[in-house]
T-cell receptor
Framework: SQKIEQNSEALNIQEGKTATLTCNYT??????LQWYRQDPGRGPVFLLL?????KEKRKERLKVTFDTTLKQSLFHITASQPADSATYLC???????????FGGGTRLMVKP | GAGVSQSPSNKVTEKGKDVELRCDPI?????LYWYRQSLGQGLEFLIY????????KSGLPSDRFSAERTGGSVSTLTIQRTQQEDSAVYLC?????????????FGPGTRLTVL
């Protein structure tokens, strides 16, 4: 069956450290993978998109990797800040190529 | 410009009543999606509209759920004979195109509580 797995346990890190979140998937062959941020009581907000032929994408303090062999994406936040505390969702293009399917998200807590 | 808006922001209803939730997508966006999110959970896909094509209803949990998109713009999600397990946040999103290459823009959601 198709699965998108993100660690359901919260990730707690100290301010200034690098946060690394993992998204693993099975039985998908996505051409695109996206990461979103969701704050409590709000809808998700788009952060980054990476294509299957891109190994890495960066935006300011954010970095995403996409390994289609391992079927895994890693999402990194460098020099993390308490304001980065939120839930981060990965989303894959479905096999029909017509929409995204979202993972369950990982909650990140950055402590000052 | 205006983002995706949803109304009402909160809805409390009694079990067995019907509710309508509204979504106004970003102007010009052809794709519109409805999701449900229970407390502390991920997004559960409900239904997807793309242009004038027949909607993808594969995520609707029961025949009590239905949705319309009039004139390719505003969408209404209707839940008939609500049950307590329908309590959740209902999120709407739109995108300019369909598919995994396009960004989805989410509304703030409607929090539905069924007593």
């Amino acid at each position: 069956s198709q699965k998108i797995e993100q660690n359901s346990e919260a990730l707690n890190i100290q301010e200034g450290k690098t946060a690394t979140l993992t998204c693993n998937y099975t039985n998908y062959s996505p051409a695109y993978l996206q990461w979103y941020r969701q704050d409590p009581g709000r809808g998700p907000v788009f952060l980054l998109l990476i294509r299957e032929n891109e190994k890495e994408k960066r935006k300011e303090r954010l970095k995403v990797t996409f390994d289609t062999t391992l079927k895994q994406s890693l999402f990194h936040i460098t020099a993390s800040q308490p304001a980065d505390s939120a839930t981060y969702l990965c989303a894959l293009e479905n096999n029909a190529g017509n929409m995204l399917t979202f993972g369950g998200g990982t909650r990140l807590m950055v402590k000052p | 410009g205006a983002g995706v808006s949803q109304s009402p922001s909160n809805k409390v209803t009694e079990k067995g009543k019907d509710v309508e939730l509204r979504c106004d997508p970003i102007s010009g966006h052809t794709a519109l999606y409805w999701y449900r999110q229970s407390l502390g959970q991920g997004l559960e896909f409900l239904i997807y509209f793309q242009g004038n094509s027949a909607p993808d209803k594969s995520g609707l949990p029961s025949d009590r759920f239905s949705a319309e998109r009039t004139g390719g713009s505003v969408s209404t999600l209707t839940i008939q004979r609500t049950q307590q397990e329908d309590s959740a946040v209902y999120l709407c999103a739109s995108s300019a195109l369909a598919g995994g290459a396009d960004t989805q823009y989410f509304g703030p959601g409607t929090r539905l509580t069924v007593l």
